[in-house]
């Protein structure tokens, strides 16, 4: 836990932009705001998509406590899935050693990215006795159903799916047409075409044991493992409840896993919506596509610092685009935070500067207004620019500006 100083002054309303409405809503439904993060699958090292979405969140976090309120923010782990299962046997590892190794790379990353941790951050794997109970329950009340599964480990074995056509608001999320989602599904961990299935789009909850995959105790469900969506509404609906106020993650999450997800969610708590708001990051690229593990086109945070690039000319480069948009990283864009933070520590290292209280209410007007951290880093050029060329008389400038970079952005000078 990154020391978070105080900052004088007050900040207005932060407000988002829901990708269920498409309106900007305000992040705070109360005192305590709840936040919901996907976290990563850990099967290999966090690359600068991910880097993206996570600083995204702490910057989110950051602002709405600056704006007077707590906030209870649980990030998960989904440290049992097909990907992980593929990697670890690919390499010859156990599954389990590949998933401690790079969680443990990954909190390495995000504390040298000065992240806020979460409050609650949890494995798929510790939390799966927690699953079993609301599965069995969704199948009691006729949200889910059994299929054969002839090729499981024992005989009169089923895998259980969720019934989307039972969920009248499936599809407030994404608002994809079928053929959008169908487009997707099998993309992202869907299985469009298994056998008995009611509905193509139907998502999986629990998968009886196959031979060589590791298994768990489903009481009446049999042995096997939890589906990928049921898991995050599981642990959001235990550890934040229902409707959580902020449900995040990359755009790439929207459908199929924060539509069913959601759609789980709400199934289980009796509520008509899992979130307040739907806050996505975009797609950081490199090459001209999405940098993904899949495809291995990666520019890794752990590399980085292993070459010695500041962690914060890291971060800098991240908040130099709005989180809601697509980009590509280039070497060039590395060199430009490097320079910003360079001058940012050269203007903030004088006995003065010109008066801060301004650029301080700028950074905060501009994050409070979707995050809009490309706006918020303007500001604080200028300042640097003044203090440069034509000086201050301000001997607290320096040091309150220093302060807000600190508490505001993760920006340690």
């Not at 903030?348 to 010109?354: D, E, Q, T, V």
């Not at 209280?357 to 200028?382: E, F, K, N, Y």
């Amino acid at each position: 836990m990154p020391f978070v100083p105080k900052v004088p002054g007050s900040a207005p309303e932060v407000r988002v932009r829901d990708t269920a409405s498409g309106e900007l809503v305000p992040a705070a439904r109360g005192d305590l705001v709840t936040l919901y993060v996907c976290g990563i699958t850990p099967y290999d090292a966090t690359h600068m998509g991910h880097a993206a979405t996570y600083v995204t969140f702490d910057l989110l976090g950051r602002v709405l406590r600056d704006s007077g309120h707590a906030v209870r923010y649980v990030q998960n782990i989904t440290d049992i899935d097909d990907p992980l299962l593929e990697r670890a046997e690919r390499d010859g590892v156990d599954w389990r050693d590949l998933a401690t190794r790079e969680i443990a790379l990954f909190r390495e990353d995000m504390t040298a990215l000065a992240v806020i941790p979460p409050d609650e951050y949890l494995g798929a794997v510790e939390s799966i006795p927690t699953f079993v109970g609301p599965i069995e329950k969704l199948v009691a009340d006729g949200w889910a159903y059994a299929v054969p599964a002839p090729d499981a480990s024992r005989d009169g074995a089923q895998d259980h799916y969720f019934d989307v056509a039972r969920d009248p608001r499936f599809g407030s999320v994404s608002h994809l047409d079928e053929a959008g989602m169908m487009e997707v599904f099998a993309e992202r961990g869907g299985d469009p075409d298994r056998e008995g299935k009611r509905n193509r789009l139907d998502a999986l909850l629990w998968r009886a044991h196959r031979e060589g995959e590791p298994e768990w105790d489903g009481g009446s469900l049999g042995s096997g493992r939890p589906g990928w969506h049921i898991e995050c509404a599981c642990i959001a609906l235990d550890h934040l409840g229902i409707p959580v106020d902020v449900q995040g993650g990359g755009t790439d999450l929207v459908f199929p896993h924060h539509e069913m997800s959601s759609a789980h969610g709400r199934a289980l708590g009796g509520s008509e919506s899992f979130a307040g708001s739907f806050v996505h990051q975009g797609m950081v690229g490199l090459d001209g596509e999405k940098m993904s593990k899949s495809k291995g086109n990666l520019v890794l945070v752990s590399q980085l610092r292993r070459d010695g690039v500041d962690p914060m000319a890291i971060r800098l480069a991240l908040l130099a685009r709005h989180h809601a948009h697509d980009w590509m990283w280039t070497d060039d864009q590395l060199t430009e935070a490097q320079q910003r933070l360079s001058t940012w520590r050269e203007a903030l290292s004088g006995n003065g500067g010109p008066v801060a209280d301004q650029t301080v209410d700028d950074i905060r007007a501009a994050l409070a207004d979707d995050l809009d951290s490309p706006r918020a880093l303007g500001a604080v050029d200028r300042w640097a620019s003044q203090s440069l060329t034509r000086g201050g008389d301000d001997p607290g400038a320096p040091g309150v500006l220093g302060r807000a970079l600190d508490a505001l952005l993760g920006i340690r000078i």
